[in-house]
C-alpha cells in the first residue's frame, strides 16, 4: 500500500474520528462487533467473505486488515486466495450478467419486461 496514497491507519487517525464524532463512532464499533461476532456464521467464514466484499468494495484497509484477521480466526492462505476469486468472479459475473442492458440498447435483443414488484 502505497504511503502517498492510502495514509497509514493509526490509533492516532481512530482517535479523532472519535473525537469527531462520538456517538457515531460508538454505533459503528458496536455495529461491527455484533456483525463479527460467532453466530449462524462462525468467526473464519465471516472474515473470509469481508476479505472478498473487500476486494470488491477495493478497500486497500479492508483488504489489509480483513486478510490478517481471516488468518488469526484459522483460515489457510489458500481458503483467502480462493475468497479473492469468488469476489473477482462475481465482480466479473456483475458485468456480464448486465451486458443484457447494453444488449437490449441497441436493439441485439428483445425487450421483455419483468415482473413489477409493487409497494403496499
Given at each position: 500500500?502505497?504511503?502517498d496514497?492510502y495514509p497509514?491507519?493509526?490509533p492516532?487517525v481512530?482517535q479523532?474520528r ?8 460508538e454505533?459503528?464499533e458496536?455495529?461491527?462487533k ?15 467473505i469481508?476479505?472478498a466484499?473487500a476486494?470488491?468494495t ?5 483488504i ?5 484477521m481471516a488468518k488469526?480466526?484459522?483460515a489457510s ?7 479473492i476469486?469468488?469476489a473477482?468472479?462475481?465482480r466479473a459475473?456483475?458485468?456480464y ?18 415482473p ?5
Amino acid at each position: 500500500m502505497s504511503e502517498d496514497l492510502y495514509p497509514q491507519a493509526t490509533p492516532e487517525v481512530a482517535q479523532r474520528r472519535k473525537e469527531l464524532s462520538p456517538s457515531a463512532t460508538e454505533a459503528f464499533e458496536n455495529f461491527s462487533k455484533a456483525v463479527f461476532a460467532e453466530g449462524a456464521l462462525d468467526e473464519r467464514t465471516k472474515q473470509l467473505i469481508a476479505v472478498a466484499v473487500a476486494h470488491v468494495t477495493q478497500c486497500p484497509y479492508c483488504i489489509t486488515g480483513h486478510s490478517k484477521m481471516a488468518k488469526r480466526k484459522g483460515a489457510s492462505a489458500e481458503q483467502i486466495m480462493e475468497a479473492i476469486w469468488v469476489a473477482a468472479e462475481m465482480r466479473a459475473g456483475g458485468a456480464y450478467a448486465h451486458s443484457t442492458l447494453a444488449l437490449n440498447a441497441i436493439g441485439e435483443v428483445p425487450h421483455e419486461p419483468g415482473p413489477h414488484v409493487h409497494s403496499v
